[in-house]
């Protein structure tokens, strides 16, 4: 099979490309792949395949200025609508569309076993970006007879991870990182490598699914894994009043302060997602993260 692969040179593509190995695989990427380009601003010339597997976009930052909120337009929408230009300037047309979007879209700092019926919600710039370039997809899909799968992840764990899981490690590994005591807080997360082999049974059949592993570790029990295999002590762990006044200073210190009151809001509370439909229809196994990360 033929595939085309955006994203492959990011930490899920990796995996991704790692899965598909044995296909024929043209990596989509700003300096190196089988095809050069940068969906941002280029319109790339794509190779005919059965197989369009979309999975680059920009996330792991907090805008903080106008033109880093434009960012996440340029590269999340614009970024994917040239993808889909691209692709429909091909003579054959793919059979089978895959977009990595983002439980992001829902909109939500807490709730239980979110699942795909929720409304789309998002109001921040990456999660209205994930929510435009769903839209995008789904619409081309649907013109072109395309069968179309829209994966909505949470936090990613594997090896060398970026974003907030990559700052917890760091801070443990120089040990000033510290659980806050607020018990029962779960955190839905899922391994890149289980999502790179649902992809490899989920593109036939198509539809949106949530992907976790359903078990929704705490935070501490996360923390403790890390310093675990760091062979560092487990964290210390603050008193939830004592973490409130500090984060109540770190709002008027700006964003390289590490606390604020949002960033407390959501390490404290529980914010899980449902998998049971991509169990029940497209036969979703995931591995535990707790047993199976490795960073």
């Known amino acids: 099979m033929r595939i085309i692969l955006t994203g492959a040179n990011g930490f899920l593509g990796k995996a991704i490309y790692g899965h598909f190995a044995e296909e024929t695989v043209f990596r989509l990427g700003r300096t190196e792949g089988e095809v050069i380009g940068d969906l941002a601003y280029d319109l790339p010339e794509l190779p005919v395949a059965e197989l369009v597997i979309h999975a680059a976009g920009k996330a792991h930052s907090v805008p903080q200025t106008a033109e880093e909120k434009e960012a996440f337009y340029q590269v999340n929408v614009a970024g994917t609508k040239r993808l889909l230009t691209a692709l429909s300037n091909l003579a054959i047309l793919p059979q089978y569309f895959v977009f990595i979007s983002s439980v992001a879209v829902y909109g939500l700092a807490k709730g239980a076993l979110i699942d795909e019926d929720q409304p789309l919600a998002a109001t921040d710039p ?27 992840l949470p936090l990613l764990a594997g090896p060398n991870p970026p974003g907030n899981l990559q700052s917890m490690i760091k801070a443990i590994q120089k040990g000033y990182y510290f659980d806050v005591n607020v018990p029962d807080v779960k955190k839905s997360m899922v391994l890149i490598d289980d999502v790179a082999t649902f992809i490899g049974q989920v593109y036939p059949l198509g539809g949106i699914f949530n992907l976790t592993d359903g078990y929704h570790p705490s935070f501490r029990e996360i923390s403790n894994m890390i310093s675990k295999q760091l062979h560092r002590k487990n964290a210390v762990v603050m008193p939830y009043a004592l973490i409130k006044a500090v984060a109540f200073v770190g709002n008027f210190l700006g964003p390289r302060f590490p606390l604020n009151s949002n960033k407390l809001d959501k390490i404290t509370n529980t914010l899980t997602f449902s998998d049971q439909k991509a169990r029940a229809i497209a036969g979703w196994q995931p591995q535990a993260v707790l047993a199976k990360f490795t960073i």
Do not use: F, M, P, Q
């Open 126 to 152: 990456y999660g209205k970006s994930k929510i435009d370039a769903e839209a995008l997809v789904t619409t081309w899909c649907k013109e072109n007879d395309v069968v179309c799968s829209i994966l909505r």
